[in-house]
């Protein structure tokens, strides 16, 4: 298994770590999505959930960091790197249809992602616009939030 870590220390400031992920239904539209922007994605740092990055690597040819499946801990992975602040962009195509037996990952993925205040794209046009907005090949870097007052109003 290739080591996003690695990858991520490899590259250029500039590039932004993105996780690719998508629903069973949603699969072909977000491979065709990168289809559009392999150019772009090409210089940045990618990873997906198992089956998402499969499916990509096939279509594509972009070089796209494995994690585990959705289902069996992917989507935690990601949220774990959001966390620890080594994701910079989230794309995920989810099934406003279809119920998930893991839903409460998906649900925690998008809060952690609301938490860290980092990029996220659940649709074509919104990662359209992400994609092409003028900040993703700069080394923006966008703000942390504090949360120290909410924190310190708990007590
Ligand atoms: O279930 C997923 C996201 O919640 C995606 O997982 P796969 O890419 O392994 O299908």
Known sequence: MTNFMEYTQALAPKTKRIALVAHDHMKDTLTQWCLKHKANLAKQTLCATGTTGQRIKKATGLEVAPLLS?????????????????????????????????????KALLRIAAVWNIAVACNPTSADYLITSSLVNTSYDYRVPDYSAYAAGRE
């Not at 959001?82 to 962009?89: K, P, R, S, W």
């Not at 989230?90 to 406003?96: A, H, K, M, Q, V």
Request: aromatic residues 8%; hydrophobic residues 45%.
């Open 70 to 106: 959705g289902p069996m801990g992917g989507d935690q992975q990601i949220g774990a790197k959001i966390a620890e602040q080594t994701l910079d962009i989230l794309i995920f195509f989810w099934d406003p249809l279809a119920s998930m037996p893991h839903d409460p990952d998906v």
